[in-house]
């Protein structure tokens, strides 16, 4: 068993006792400026039909360390897009969770922050012993705070955070690396930020860990993607308890409702698939606006239904070697020879581009590297760049990238589930038959659906 | 990570407000050949630049992109230093109206920028199709056109930056 229970009632373990019941624990990505509607918010989330986490997302404001105008919002009554947790004092936010979250019902803090000191210390003076990012995931795609900042910054995140044992909890950390820019940067390298990020927080002491990978082009490439990150995580996290989570795909959303449920359908079918532990949720208000509380919830129970219907046996078996674990284990590799300290190894990596995302604005970001979707769906290197993979990518497919081409690629996705949609409504139309909705499905699964594994 | 998705190309109605007409540009703006795309000091978003910079390059004009979760001082110091010829906003958080709004004293204050056509687009408020209210007190804080995110936003987009005094004939005037 890759996930032991600690314990200490914590969000690692609660994750671990639904594994163990066989339960996908499935989580939103919520939050609210006004502590009334993200108490309701968690509530809803925690009577939903399905093993739920909690989510306390933060405001843009919070993240980029701005309080001066997250303060400002608040007193015009203007609303945030999420929760300002260092803003509000510390009985606020315990009011929020009191009675709402507990060992059957943990709740995590969701940001985005390079400079997350301020949130490390409102989150633990709250009592939260979760919550996600990483040096790098949290750095690069989002902003300008310098890498070299954000390696320290998270250093001493991690360093405070491991106090929470002082006081009966277990701190639980999850990587964002496994999103980097949210599409178009190829599996492996995901892999590779997302098992390097966790190793960076299990040297600094975290022992309950997640390493995330968001859902890409290609449900076979993701396979091997999750079983790569799997494997890798048992190599570098041997003491620690672990699992892995799945975001449902984080780029341009189908536009259709019925894309939109076929797609996080699809990434539900992944997280069973690949064994994976936890799924975040996407809705089908995300191409349009950020989801209520109620979109919230049925995407839960939608996906709850789906991975209830979805047995791993149906898939044929991994390849452990596969060419998504080659180029993995060649990019830690190559970070870890850097530097005996992951933090140095991790700025040198950047600074000679063994580890180089593609079309990250980012200072830090040497902005060599390309990245395209071949005829399978599969995300592919076309340009190298400096990443260490001469010997293990056979060939690349340079190109030059028009304005019309990157929209292409950036609306593969969308453009496959919305069409698959319009198909199946014109095939329905043309025989008669009855229309099937996602949306019925997911309220047939919801209805059937019981909180177990508590 | 954010709270909206990384989507931003919606098919929703397009709600596009343009202020100025292409004459007042020719006369008061629209210098030199350089563009500034930029994001906003709280919105993270990054492909909506990567776009508009491939779109702004092919329309003839060379990019200044300077990326996400700018900072509005260094948003005002880098176009009063570039002197573009347009400066185009992005935002994608939900924040736009709020930090557009800030953003566009602080521009127009500058002696250089009095006269710069500004332009903001995206998903401006965190409810998802603004209120024609809001559009119409962003054009009336000084920006040049509004493209509130919606099927036609990019056709708009472009056929504004083509009516701008081209910078070819901007480099045979000079």
Known sequence: ?454 | MSTSSESWISTDNATDVIRRDVDSINETGGRGRTVVVTGLASDSHTWNLVYLQLLVEELGYDVVNLGPCVPDDLLVSECRDIQPALIVISSVNGHGFTDGMRVIDQLRAQEQLTATPVVIGGKLGVTGGESAQHIQDLVAAGYDAVFEDGADTTLSFSKFVKSMPQPADQKALS
């Open chain 1, 1 to 454: 068993m890759t996930v032991p229970v600690l314990g200490r009632g914590g969000f690692g373990d609660f994750v671990a006792r639904a594994r163990t019941a066989g339960e996908l624990v499935v989580q939103p990505r919520m939050g609210f400026s006004d502590p009334v509607d993200m108490r309701a918010g968690l509530q809803a989330v925690k009577a939903a039909g399905a093993t739920t986490v909690g989510t306390l997302t933060l405001d843009s404001y919070t993240r980029v360390g701005d309080l001066r105008n997250a303060e400002k919002a608040l007193s015009d009554g203007v609303r945030l897009n999420g929760y300002p947790i260092v803003n509000y004092d510390e009985a606020t936010t315990r009011a929020v969770l009191a009675g709402v979250r507990g060992t059957d019902f943990p709740v995590q803090v969701r940001h985005g922050s390079a400079v997350p000191l301020d949130i490390f210390a409102a989150l633990m003076r709250a009592g939260i012993d979760a919550t996600e990012g990483g040096p790098v995931s949290y750095c690069l795609p989002y902003g300008r705070t310098p890498l070299d900042e954000s390696v320290r910054n998270w250093t001493r995140c991690c360093e405070l955070f491991v106090w929470l044992r002082e006081f009966g909890m277990e701190p639980h950390l999850e990587t964002f690396g496994g999103c980097m820019m949210g599409q178009l940067c190829p599996p492996s390298q995901l892999v590779a930020i997302s098992a390097l990020e966790a190793l960076f927080f299990y040297r600094f002491g975290i022992r309950s860990i997640s390493a995330s990978y968001a859902q890409q082009t290609n449900m076979e490439q993701d396979r091997e993607a999750v079983a790569a990150l799997r494997r890798l995580c048992a190599e570098l996290l041997p003491a620690a308890q672990w699992h892995v989570v799945i975001y449902g795909y984080m780029g341009v959303y189908p536009a259709s409702d019925e894309g939109a449920y076929a797609l996080l359908g699809r990434s539900a079918e992944l997280a069973v698939a690949s064994g994976s532990e936890r799924l975040i949720v996407k809705t089908v208000a995300e191409a349009r606006r950020i989801p209520t509380i109620e979109e919230n919830v049925s995407a839960l129970e939608f996906a709850a239904g789906v991975a209830h219907d979805t047995d791993p046996a149906d898939y044929p078996a991994v390849d452990q070697d596969s060419q998504v674990y080659a180029e993995a284990r060649a990019l830690v590799d190559a970070v870890l020879d850097l530097d005996d300290d992951l933090g140095r190894a991790l700025l040198l990596a950047f600074k000679r581009g063994y580890l180089d995302i593609p079309y990250c604005l980012h200072p830090d970001n040497m902005g060599s590297a390309r990245s395209y979707i071949d005829d399978d769906g599969r995300l592919r290197w076309a340009e190298l760049g400096s990443l260490p993979l001469g010997s293990v990518v056979d060939k690349v497919s340079p190109r030059k990238v028009a304005s019309a081409d990157l929209l292409t690629a950036l609306s593969y996705v969308r453009h496959t589930y919305d069409d698959a949609a319009l198909e199946h409504a014109a095939a329905r139309t043309i025989s008669g038959t009855e229309h099937v909705l996602p949306r019925k499905q997911h309220e047939r699964h919801g209805i059937a659906r019981t909180r177990r594994g508590r």
